[in-house]
């Protein structure tokens, strides 16, 4: 404790005598602990770039048209499994927001009749109804604020002897 106290006074009466030299020692100091990182300070600008071009990577990729056509393809699959349905498209678009832009759909029956089509088709997402779905584990059901057909053409069908009339089925999309 005493030699603490007695170099605090020498450091006192160092800059009540010699001030200019104490302020340029404190300066040079200062510019040495502001340059030289830590060890884990550098680790942490580190992961924090490398995260940030990850994310930004991830970004791009998402965004590319193959990936976002390879996307939708795999969503139509499931779709024309689903409904036992052929749904087909000549592009698909789906922005930061998650809204979808589908041109050139159509869509057949099990007996391969157009029943739709459209020139496109949009439907803007629900953020908030997808993150409840995905986190209450129904990461199969999404929600939609509206659902849009652009220069639509639907033809509706009935076959003799079937069991499902079309306004059931309308009821279930």
């Known amino acids: 404790m005493r030699e603490t106290v007695k170099e605090a006074s020498e450091l006192a009466s160092d800059a009540i005598n010699h001030p200019i030299e104490t302020a340029e020692e404190f300066g040079k100091q200062a510019v040495k602990d502001v340059t030289s990182y830590t060890w884990w300070a550098k680790l942490l600008l580190i992961l924090f770039w490398v995260g940030l071009f990850l994310i930004g990577s991830i970004m791009v990729i998402i965004n590319l048209p193959v990936t976002k056509q390879w996307a939708a393809n795999q969503a139509l699959q499931i779709v024309n499994q689903d409904f036992k349905a052929g749904f087909s498209t000549e592009s698909v678009d789906v ?5 979808v832009t589908i041109k050139g759909l159509k869509v057949k029956d099990y007996k391969g009749l157009d029943f739709i089509t459209a020139r496109e088709f949009r439907a803007d997402s629900d953020w908030i109804s997808l993150a409840v779905n995905a986190i209450s584990g129904n990461s199969n059901s999404l ?12 033809k509706v069908i009935t076959y003799k002897g079937d069991s499902i009339q079309f306004c059931q089925i309308y009821r279930t999309l």
């Open 95 to 99: 922005n930061y927001f998650g809204d």
């Open 143 to 154: 929600s939609f604020n509206s659902l849009t057909l652009i220069n639509a053409d639907v």
